[in-house]
Each structure stands twice: as C-alpha cells, then as structure tokens.
C-alpha cells in the first residue's frame, strides 16, 4: 500500500523578521531576555506576532496537536506574551529559529504561568537554546508549568532542569 505524503507538512519556512526592536512596556514588563531572544506581545511589531503564530503552526503539525488558545492570544491579550529565537543571516536579515509561549492562567484564585508551548526548526534544535534562557525564564515567571504534550526532548530537558519532578507549579495548580 503506497500512502500518498504531504510535502507540505515537511515544508518549513522560516519567518523573516522586520524589526528586532522591542517597545519599551514590554523590556519593563518582562526584563531583557538573553542575547538573540525577542519578546512579543500584544504591543509588538505585527510581523513579529505574525512569525510567532507561524511557528505555533508548527508545533500544532508537528505533534498533531489542534487547540485554539495558544498563540492566537499573542494578538491581543494581556496575558500572553511569546519569546522568539532570532538569527541573523549572512546578508544581514533576521529569521526566527525557535519561540515559546506564556499564558497566564487563574488557577484557585492565584495566577500562575503556564509555558504553553516551545517549538525550533529541527537544525536548530539540540543546541542548548532553550537552556540559556531558562533562568530569565524562571526568574521572570517563577514557578511556572511547563504544559505537556512534552517532545522526548523537552522531557529530557526538563528533568535535567528540574529534576524528576512535577515540573513547575503542577502541585499547587492542581
């Protein structure tokens, strides 16, 4: 039996970035993060919100996951806010690589952080992105959760960051 592929799904287009500048509001909201990570929010440039949702694409192909809330908030909710991971190629623009994604949910009447979601171009996966902007991570959000479905490598990830434990605020949010 011969099953017809999908090219399209293996297709990836890195989006190009317009503008790596980041408002004020947000640099004051959220500190400034590690070299080569750009926050995003309601606030930012469109073609940055618009770059985040094209990896949230991604992420939703990839893992086969298919839910509304993630990512499309990055358009206007206060809550939301997205890390894109920029690189600059050799003609001089900016592609996004990588980015993440955080809600902040009520959850027995505290608000707690959830990371929603992490996805990097394969080529750029394994390289240790993810674990130089874990400690801004941590010190800007706190005890966060890390929202599953966990890739094997998020999982290893994680249980080198934090142990064999319930990752984050797991415990007290539920």
Known sequence: MNKELKLDHWDIK???INSVECPAEILEKYGTPPDHILPVCSISDTNQKEAVLHLFSYFEKEYRYDFDQNGQGIENDPNAVAFLWIEKNDSGKYFAVGACY???KTVKDDDVWFLMWTWFHPYERRKGHLEQAWKYF???FGDF???PPYSNALRSFLIKQEGNANWGYLKKAF
């Open 14 to 16: 890195i989006p190009e």
């Open 138 to 140: 941590r010190t800007t």
């Open 145 to 147: 959760y890390v929202e």
């Open 102 to 104: 955080f809600y902040i």
